[in-house]
Nanobody, 125 residues
Framework: VQLQASGGGLVQPGGSLKLSCAAS????????LYWIRQAPGKGAEWISA????????YYAESVKGRFTISADAATNTLILQMNNLRPEDTAQYYC???????????????????WGQGTQVTVSS
């Protein structure tokens, strides 16, 4: 089982980034897929989730309207399109998977069935 996030980098406020998460070793299309982030000195924050089979997607209020989650079942890739980025979006971003929808109540690695390596996003002028 492997999840590998990529696509992070340095971007100016108002800019955009697209994160990808390559998944392998589990039934990608049949579980819930999540993005979680952790800013320096802060706790981890759930920001988005989706389920391909049920065609559901959810967002934290902090990113709603700016971020879009999607997935390519053919390539087992989870995507997070981030627009209108703000300095407070600076964080390490992680992708994760779980059999269940957790209503955005879980943000720790040990609370998920699958957890990937993160990618750093820095929003600064």
């Amino acid at each position: 089982v492997q999840l590998q996030a990529s696509g992070g980098g340095l971007v100016q406020p108002g800019g955009s980034l697209k994160l990808s998460c390559a998944a392998s070793g589990f039934a990608f299309s049949s579980i819930w897929l999540y993005w979680i982030r952790q800013a320096p000195g802060k706790g981890a924050e759930w920001i988005s989730a989706m389920n391909i089979q049920g065609n559901h997607e959810y967002y934290a209020e902090s990113v709603k309207g700016r971020f879009t989650i999607s997935a390519d079942a053919a390539t087992n890739t989870l995507i997070l399109q981030m627009n209108n980025l703000r300095p407070e979006d600076t964080a390490q971003y992680y992708c994760a998977g779980d059999k269940w929808w957790n209503y955005g109540m879980r943000s720790k690695k040990e609370e998920y069935d699958y957890w990937g390596q993160g990618t750093q996003v820095t929003v600064s002028s």
